[in-house]
Every structure is written in C-alpha cells, then in structure tokens.
C-alpha cells in the first residue's frame, strides 16, 4: 500500500461528521421500518437486515475514528490521554450495544419486540452521536491551527 497522505484535524472532523448524517440517516430508516412493521407494511426480515447492515456500519466508524481521530485528538492539547481513554470506553460501550440490542431484534419473533429493540439502538446511538459532537468532534479539538507553523521550517 502506498503512504498515505496524513489527513488534516479538520478533513478529519469532515469525515467524521459526514459519517454521522449517514448514520443517523440509517438510523431514521430503521426506525421508520420498525413503524412500518407495527403496520404491516413492512416486512420482520427487511428491518431484521437493516439492523445488520448499521451494526457493521457502526463498526467501520468507529474503526475509522480510532484510526484517525483518536491520535490526532491525542495531540490537540495536554488532555489527551484521558480523551483517549474516555473515546475507547464510549466505543466499548456502543459494541456491548449493538452486540446486545441487533441480537435482540434478530432474535425477536413479535413485531413489537423488534421495534421496541430497534427504538432502544436508535435512542442510545443518536445520543452517542451527539454526544461524541460535543466533547470530541469540534473546532476545538479538531481544527488545524493547532498544528505550530514551524513544524514545517526544518
Ligand atoms: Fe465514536
Ligand atoms: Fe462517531
């Protein structure tokens, strides 16, 4: 594989962000799909696949953010380590979710079961989301200026 460019915090920042609006727009269509399920119009096994598809999804995002994000989070000032720590932690958490919510819905018989699951895993990942916005994903932490100017004079 060729060397990769090093990405910028904020084509970082871009990245991630966009990755977000995917994901809770897949969110927003599984939780219209469960609706839909209530009312017949959908079938168990579409919204049971597209709960799948967002739990590998999911974890393409969250490779990518401990990928990219996470050093260069490290580097934006003397937090770092502890930012790190509480990142993998809220990644630990999510995977424990998703592993236990999507068996969920795979697992349930009843439409009511499967959108109560589906309900639940759109909840906590949107306020993931938003969360991971606030404290990690901003001009903050994740802008370019923080990078010395001299860095680039030898
Ligand atoms: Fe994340
Ligand atoms: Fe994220």
């Known amino acids: 594989m060729p060397d990769e460019e090093p990405m910028l915090p904020s084509e970082i920042r871009e990245k991630v962000l966009s990755q977000h609006r995917e994901i809770e727009a897949m969110l927003e269509e599984l939780r219209l799909g469960a609706s839909e399920l209530l009312q017949g119009l959908e079938t168990a096994d579409r919204v049971k696949r597209a709960a799948t598809a967002l739990r590998g999804i999911l974890e393409l995002h969250m490779a990518f953010e401990e990928r990219y994000m996470a050093p260069a989070i490290r580097e934006a000032d003397g937090f ?12 630990e958490e999510q995977r424990a ?8 819905i795979r697992d349930a018989a009843k439409p009511q079961d499967i959108a109560a699951a589906v309900h639940k895993l759109v909840d906590i990942l949107k306020k993931d989301i938003d969360e991971e916005e606030r404290d990690y994903v901003n001009e903050d932490l994740l802008r370019d200026t923080l990078v010395p100017s001299d860095t680039f004079g030898g």
């Open 97 to 104: 979710d998703l592993d236990r919510l999507v068996d969920a």
């Open 80 to 91: 770092g380590p502890e930012r790190i720590r509480h990142l993998q932690d809220e990644h």
